[in-house]
């Protein structure tokens, strides 16, 4: 049993409801401990790193001292959750007067900051912890046949992280290649969608959207697999809205990677929340469920 | 003697005075011990300011200098030729650096002055202590070693040989010419790069004072300037270089084509090669990478590659030659080998091995088709008869490799014919007879004599008639029993009694329903036979999954093809009886359990789910043993029951008794038969000659390290055409091979690991005998004065930007590959050509890439935007009308007739946009773009992301250190600088010395430049080296360490430290002495030295004590 | 390194020293306007000066009609552009720092809806101590154009319907310490 201190992230709880259904379950028959933060708060995200840097760290900042105290590594199935909280854990370790105003502030609300915690992304605790070959071991319903675009989206792998290539990253395949599915090579696969901007500048996200649907289906994905739930929803919710605005008739499913993982190794779909998914995943996964 | 000395204080001009208030600096000099007078002087390295100090050792009589200024590399021998030539011993004299250890690294003035203060304080207390040294003279070797065979190197070579100095060039490729021989123009004039440079070369080649060593690399130097020793490792080019004529008959009949560096892969070249027409010298060389992988895992060490390289190029016959090097069984071994080689096949990791088998098996037959002629019988060359006992693959393997070396062989067979299991074991639809008696006759016609229908019962009788060695080769003839009730009945039959039977021509009496117990070969083999004369239900049992079946899968296959029923996971547990006449046999099933010591799965009886079968016959085919009752009976056993020999030798406890083969192994393959047989012949050859059996046993082989799959397209390999089903009546040959168009393309598929595939048909065509297979690299040593380090550049490797897709994208290509495709003698002949071979008619070159980039090189490549713009106007010349883009970020035009250039290629109408594009993408997002490569980039002139599509785009990579640079540094013992090019003493003063007295560089090795400016460089080193030849002799260091031989305890801890060498040890006196021309004064002995014997002069005890001190005041 | 990260600038401060003391975007100065950046990014067609021009406005001191500016508000935070610089600038670390400034100054753009979004995200996270997706997004369009809500209908339906649109925010239980916490950060520099 590998022991981790979870932070599911906003979203999971809400617009991304299938994810955070889905890492549990996973996460069980995988053998990971995932022990939820306690009264975590939301990361600090980018949104808020634009509009006030010191307000926006301690946020991430109070979710870190909780951590602290528990010490496991902190483990967040969200992009944007993982690279906040990284990004914050880096620069309070290297501005020491940017520490010291947050831990003057933390002190408000009892709580410090000693920089004692790894942050991760659940992807990449999959990928170097878990590992495909030990995925691949315990799969009970091989995915063969299924063609998966991985799609990484951008907050995974960059800025650099070290564990995956920032332009051309592996992970993802690898892991759906030990579920058995084939993986789809396609170039747009580290690429943006739009994130956030989706509400404020739809058009704009639309077109990007578009060039990763049209990418992935032109080299012959029967559905998408993403680890972020930004990503996803934007993938998914807005594919009715990228049809109709390019006379388009895409009908890919995306699935969290979890969710696809789950389905795998036999959980039901149910416990995953694929009905929860815009675009029904249904009919591609109905060989394997 | 009283101290009497003199300090001057030097402002720099602003550089000290700036910063230090040197009036003050000088005021405290002035007061300090023992100083007779301190002046500051503006530039006291000026005329009058070394003026100002000579006049003052004259008139106020100093007898110590102190001069604070800049660094002692800079000027400290300046101020020592003063004092020398004012009559002072110039070691009488101390500089205080106030200017890079002051002025140069604060901005507080009070901090600097009281540092420099303190520092001439420390000069003035440390002079106190010095000594006067003397310098020692030594002569300088006047011959000249340059390293590299680039243009730096060549005109290094020519300046000084001209000057009728001996000059050593060595290079480690094949031929001299560096990149420059690659490029095709050169910038700005345009002219060719091979007119220029290969006359350059021939003059190198001819030169009667240039020793040209190709092929060569420097392993060893020692010394010091004047005297260096250097070692230089002479690669086996397996050429004579002084009798190759240059004629390439040698290239024209190697059938291995491997891709051709020069020209980065674009083109094919031979095993035997040079790599371009106009080489120097002019001379071929073998690529020899070692033994490749299928020759390495065949237990008799077939060179498979060697013919099947000869297959790939129709030259059948020859390809048998190479087998028959090594044994004589193409036909036996295309048809039953176990292939070894295949599953080791590199050509496995792309895609599927090649059919090695198969090929062999073609070349036999091919041979048979067209008639063998017959072979001619072996000369005997020794008097020692040798017995071999068994004629089964062992024993005729072994006699075939002794009667090549000229022993007299007779081979004694029980049976009526020869050739043991491959005749009576084997089913002729599987291995005709035609096929062995082919190859038996020709072991025949070679003088081995072969008495069958003879059983040896005594080795005694054997020796009695005037052999001298015996080789047993007997085999494992027997059938094993399974153990079961009722196993002696009627109608139960052992497999080899079964096939031999068939195979004599003996009726067998089967009847309709026949079990076949076990799962090897002689299993399916009895049970295809059985098949064939007529049983019409035939079942193999076997214990184990179907995964587990040993014998070959393709056998197994045919066999179901056939009819054949395989039931898996069951085992026999007795055999029913009525009558004593066979009625049937109950087996019981299994399952597969935990893994056994093999690793397989063990097979367990389920308890209770015995079933009855009812059968006519009973085939066993569980195991062979060796037949005891038919050997000599002294002979010593192991507990398996096979014969018991040394591992190595196969000697058996009787002298000049060897035996191998299935008798020593038990059952095995044909291959390991052959192979036991060649290594008798080895140690019975050694045992009649008298030598060692042992020595050099087993051989070490060198396998080739890494093959190289770049560009290896996959392709599946051919299927074997079987006989049709309905025409497996008789015992026709089921496999029917290759024909010579599936196996020229099938041979087509070997990687060619080793690259040279040794089949020795340059030895046959080269007229005159200038090649030499065995030959061997060799180290000879050279005596020079002075070193030219001119190793040039790589070219950097794009891969790792993912983003500009080289490796990923067709036709994106690197500035080298350019060159070598717009080259008139490159791979296209000139032309500008998409991998679909058709002309581009855009063309992307993008500048900068690796350079100017800190995740690469943060340095300036110099010349990638000069070669780019050639580049342009290159391909608007061979693609009239072609478009072409630059992408820029700054253009740096900054040498003779550099600006004109780009103002016409301006007006050739090349486009130019000014920004790193961000990626090259095949991802289309417009119909346009659709099939194009798509730069993406900024155009920062208008501020704007465009996307550029084009056909072709390339990559004007970086100049980069070379892969060894760091270990060719250690080597010559000079430094680096940050961006990994040789370090030069001073980058404006000193640019082509090193710290290292007597060793230069020049050219690209030093850092990235032009071609004008290596030949600068070049002739620059030159005329440095011969300065030094024409001195004839050198200062040297006089702040040597020296020992003190009262206190030397002799430990020795100080001549094991010493980087020169320069220390000896005295085993009369028992003490270290030191041997100052060699020592370099570093100190390192000195610091070591445990009893205080050793003192570097210039830096005693009492010398730095006082430094210090004088620091701290 | 600098502690001013959030603090107004001195009117004799440059913009340029204003924007190399915010963390990350130390290395500014280094650019040499490649236009790697600008090239990389998704969204760069919609700058009204590119995240190149961006960098040389910073140095050009053309604060206001920068921050004025639609253009770092379109940054996306994909990194591209961090990841591919060949100086090792962090273009995504100063476009963030540039919007902060900009909210402070009140220069924020109304050509986007960007700065308002990220103003309703914050107002969110802050409140409840997470974020309430569905409220963020109403207050979002009430605040900028109720009639584009209509355009959203669809896709909040959908989440609705596919239970992912929760009606009720979910709320920390230490309200209380983050609000003492976010205070007093406020009290030692922060915006607003």
Partial sequence: ?289 | MERRIGVYICHCGTNIAGIVDVEAVTEFAQKLPFVVIARDYKYMCSDPGQELIRQDIKELGLNRIVVASCSPLMHERTYRRVCQESGLNPYLFEMANIREHCSWVTEDHSAATDKAKALVSAAVRRVFYQEPLETKEVPVNPNTLVVGGGIAGIQAALEIADSRHKVYLVEREPSIGGHMSQLDKTFPTLDCSACILTPKMSLVGSHPYIELMSYSEVVEVSGYVGNFKAKIKKKARYVDVDKCTGCGECANVCPVEVPNEFDLGLGQRKAIYRPFPQAVPNVFAVDKQGYPPCRVACPAGVNAQGYIALISQGKFKEAVEILRRTMPFAGVCGRVCTHPCESECERGKVDESVSIRSLKRFMADYELKVGREKAAPIERTKEDKVAIIGSGPAGLACAYDLIKEGYPVSVFEAAPQSGGLLRYGIPEYRLPKKVLDNEISYIKELGVKIKTNTPVKNLEDIFNKGYEAIFLATGAGISQKMGIPHEDAKGVIHALDFLKQVSLGIKVDLGERVAVIGGGNAAVDAARTAHRLGAREVSIIYRRSRAEIPAASTEVDEAEREGVNLHILAAPVRVLTKDNQLAGIQCIRMELGEPDASGRRRPVPIEGSEFDMSVDNVIIAIGQAVDKAMLPKELEYTGWGTLAVDQVTLQTDIEGVFAGGDVVSGPADVIAGIAAGKEAAISIDRYLRGVDLKEGRPTTIKRVKEVSKEGVETKAKPAMPTLDLEKREGFTEVELGFDEKVAIEEAKRCLNCGVCSECMECVKACQAGAINQEMEEETVEVEIGNILIATGYDAFDPSPLYHYGYGRLDNVITALEFERMINASGPTEGEVLLKDGSSPKTVGIIHCVGSRDKKYHEYCSQVCCMYSMKFGHLIREHVPGAQVYEFYIDLRCVGKAFEEFYNRILEEGTIFIRGRPAEITDVAESPEEQDKLIIVSEDTLIGRQRRIPVDMVVLSTALQPRSDAEEVARLFSIGRSADGFFLEKHPKLDPVATMSDGIFVVGCCQSAKDIPQSVAQASAAAARALAMISAGSIEVEAATAAIDEELCSGCKICYDLCPFHAISFDEEKRVCQVNETLCKGCGVCVAACPSGANTGRHFTTEQLMAEIEGVLV | MTNTIVKAPAAEVSFIDEVCSIPGGEAIRSCIQCGMCTGSCPTASRWDYTPRQVIAMVRGELRDELLSSNSMWFCASCYTCTVRCPRDIKPTDIMHALEIIAIRDGLSTKRSRTPVMYKCFVDSAKGNGRVYELGMMLKLFLQTNPFAALKMAPVGLSLLLHKRMPLRPSRIKGRGELKAILDKARALGGAK
């Fill in chain 1, 1 to 289: 049993m590998r022991y981790y201190s979870y932070f599911p992230g906003c979203s999971a709880e809400a617009t991304a409801s299938p994810l955070g259904l889905s890492v549990p379950p996973v996460a069980k028959e995988l053998d990971m401990d995932l022990i939820e933060l306690e009264d975590w708060n939301c990361c600090g995200s980018s949104p808020y790193g634009s509009v006030d840097k010191l307000e926006a760290t301690c946020m991430a900042a109070r979710n870190l001292a909780l951590a602290e105290k528990r010490g496991f590594d902190l483990v967040t199935p969200c992009s944007s959750c993982y690279i906040t909280l990284d990004g914050a854990d880096s620069h309070l370790k290297e501005y020491p007067a940017l520490r010291d105003q947050v831990n003057q502030a933390l002190a408000a609300g009892n709580l410090d900051y000693h920089g004692g915690v790894r942050v991760r992304h659940l992807a990449e605790v999959l990928y170097s912890d878990v590992t495909p070959d030990v995925i691949g071991a315990k799969v009970s319903k091989s995915l063969k046949g299924l063609k998966v675009a991985s799609y990484y989206g951008c907050q995974l792998v960059r800025p650099a992280v070290g564990f995956d290539d920032p332009e051309s990253p592996r992970s993802l395949d690898e892991l759906v290649a030990s579920l058995g599915a084939d993986v789809v090579s396609w170039q747009l696969k580290a690429r943006c969608c739009g994130g956030s901007l989706v509400m404020s500048e739809q058009d704009l996200a639309l077109e990007l959207i578009n060039k990763l649907l049209r990418n992935a289906q032109e080299n012959g994905a029967q559905c998408l697999v993403t680890p972020c739930p930004l990503c996803q929803i934007n993938l998914d919710a807005y594919q009715s809205q990228v049809n109709s605005k390019f006379k388009t008739n895409y009908n890919l499913p995306v699935l969290f990677l979890t969710q696809l993982i789950g389905v795998a190794l036999g959980i039901k779909p149910n416990a995953l929340g694929l009905q929860r998914n815009i675009v029904s995943p249904m009919k591609v996964l109905a060989p394997y469920l």
